[in-house]
């Protein structure tokens, strides 16, 4: 019994939590101009879910998207939609509402990003929304395929992070395997300049997750650390 108990401590370290924002697709055709979203908190490579409570809200800009609850990998997550109408780069987040990790003594608060090319158009993927913590690539991240070398640049209050750790998972709904626990997560640094680099060895949804620990919250009468992540889901063909 407690070889199974460390071996369940040592799964739930190993593997990171993720809030998993995954479009229908990240290129929107004339013929499809309507695009669905899934917002999960999960372990994506294991694909196991928790339950995620109501964000404070999906964003298109300063704009509301309405949300509706439903049930992913067995627990309670969200799902909305867009129909786009006209050509552009669009980038939508979430912002969640802060969750407490008993196992990690912290709160989590990671606010993902997905950038959506409509009709064509492919100026401004590597703008800044202006999130507090926010990731910019610094690849078209709509078209990228696998192998591709994706980077990206940590931005804390609008200026480059160094020295950040980023964790890398993929949303793998192929049912692949792993040599060890140690390879579910995948994590590199930025440098002096904020900048990140990884090759996506497989195609699909991969999740990049810059960890900025700032701030305390309390929770029964003790105060901890709040993890705050900037997140930025992209796509490999």
């Given at each position: 019994m407690k070889t199974f108990l460390l071996h369940i401590l040592f799964?739930?370290?190993?593997?990171a939590h993720f809030l998993a924002f995954i479009p229908t697709t990240d290129n929107i055709k004339d013929d499809s101009p309507k695009i669905n979203f899934d917002m999960m908190f999960m372990h994506p490579f294991e694909q196991t879910g928790m339950t995620?409570?109501?964000?404070?809200?999906?964003?298109?800009?300063?704009?509301?998207?309405?949300?509706?609850?439903?049930?992913k990998y067995n627990h309670k997550a969200w799902s909305s939609s867009y129909t786009f109408k006209k050509p552009g780069v669009y980038q939508f987040y979430v912002k969640p509402t802060l969750y407490f990790e008993p196992s990690e003594e912290k709160y989590?608060?990671?606010?993902?990003?997905v950038i959506i090319s409509a009709f064509g158009r492919e100026?401004?993927?590597?703008?800044?929304?202006?999130?507090k913590y926010e990731i910019i690539p610094l690849v078209k991240p709509f078209g990228v395929y696998k192998?591709?070398?994706?980077?990206g640049k940590v931005l804390h209050n609008g200026k480059p992070a160094s020295n950040v750790e980023v964790e890398v998972e993929?949303?793998?709904?192929?049912?692949?395997k792993t040599p060890s626990d140690a390879h579910i997560t995948q994590v590199v640094?930025?440098?002096?300049?904020g900048i990140f680099s990884f090759v996506m060895n497989h195609k699909g949804w991969w999740g990049f997750a810059a960890l900025i620990e700032e701030g305390e919250e309390e929770y029964k009468g003790k105060k901890y650390p709040i993890e705050n992540?900037?997140?930025?889901?992209?796509?490999?063909y």
């Open positions: 799964s739930i370290y190993a593997s995620m409570e109501k964000p404070i809200g999906l964003f298109l800009d300063k704009k509301e998207l309405p949300l509706t609850s439903v049930n989590i608060s990671h606010v993902p990003k100026d401004g993927w590597d703008e800044p929304v202006g999130l192998g591709n070398l994706f980077q993929l949303y793998n709904t192929f049912g692949l640094k930025t440098d002096d300049n992540g900037a997140l930025l889901w992209i796509k490999a």
